[in-house]
């Protein structure tokens, strides 16, 4: 019996963990930050 419990604990506290991350990332999204890269003169020559 001890061997289920020790299971059954584990499984829950992985589900838990999952379940935290994915309400974590649910409410706090990352910034968004704009990217400006310069192309170099030659991609903007035509051939």
Same mark, same amino acid.
């Given at each position: 019996?001890?061997? +289920?419990?020790?299971f059954? %604990?584990?499984v829950? $506290? %992985?589900?838990?963990a999952?379940y935290g991350s !994915?309400w974590?990332?649910?409410? $706090?999204p990352?910034?968004? +930050?704009?990217?400006?890269?310069p %192309?170099?003169?030659e991609? %903007?020559? !035509?051939?």
């Amino acid at each position: 019996m001890p061997d +289920t419990v020790k299971f059954v %604990l584990v499984v829950g $506290f %992985l589900v838990g963990a999952v379940y935290g991350s !994915a309400w974590a990332l649910s409410h $706090f999204p990352p910034e968004q +930050t704009e990217i400006v890269k310069p %192309l170099p003169s030659e991609k %903007l020559r !035509a051939k």
